[in-house]
Nanobody, 120 residues
Framework: QVQLVEFGGGLVQSGGSLRLSCAAS????????MGWYRQAPGQPREVVAS???????NYADSGRGRFAVSRDNNKNAVYLQMNSLKPEDTAVYYC??????????????WGQGTQVTVSS
């Protein structure tokens, strides 16, 4: 069983920065990619950023230029550096891991979420 634990959420003023961390544990056979999603109250969950096993990154328009996703393959960890935060970035942020073992379908795993609140 794979478990993801997120760290680093909190309350920050508009224009501030936060760094989210996510560490995966358990039996992981072949990480395809890891990423960050967020969900604001009353809104659907949306992708923020993702990073593949070889370091290719993708960003949603909302965070491009302000957010940076990175990973440590040795630690099965993924990070999200968020700068120039805005009140509209307020949401619960979730870490996601897609494990794709050989000869098997991909498996998705999610963290429990960490609250990010940006005050104006």
């Amino acid at each position: 069983q794979v478990q993801l634990v997120e760290f680093g959420g909190g309350l920050v003023q508009s224009g501030g920065s936060l760094r989210l961390s996510c560490a995966a544990s358990g039996v992981i056979l072949g990480i395809d990619h890891m990423g960050w999603y967020r969900q604001a109250p009353g809104q659907p969950r949306e992708v923020v950023a993702s990073i593949t096993s070889n370091g290719n990154t993708n960003y949603a328009d909302s965070g491009r230029g302000r957010f940076a996703v990175s990973r440590d393959n040795n630690k099965n960890a993924v990070y999200l550096q968020m700068n120039s935060l805005k009140p509209e970035d307020t949401a619960v942020y979730y870490c996601k891991l897609v494990d794709h073992p050989p000869f098997d379908r991909p498996h998705e795993y999610w963290g429990q979420g960490t609250q990010v609140t940006v005050s104006s």
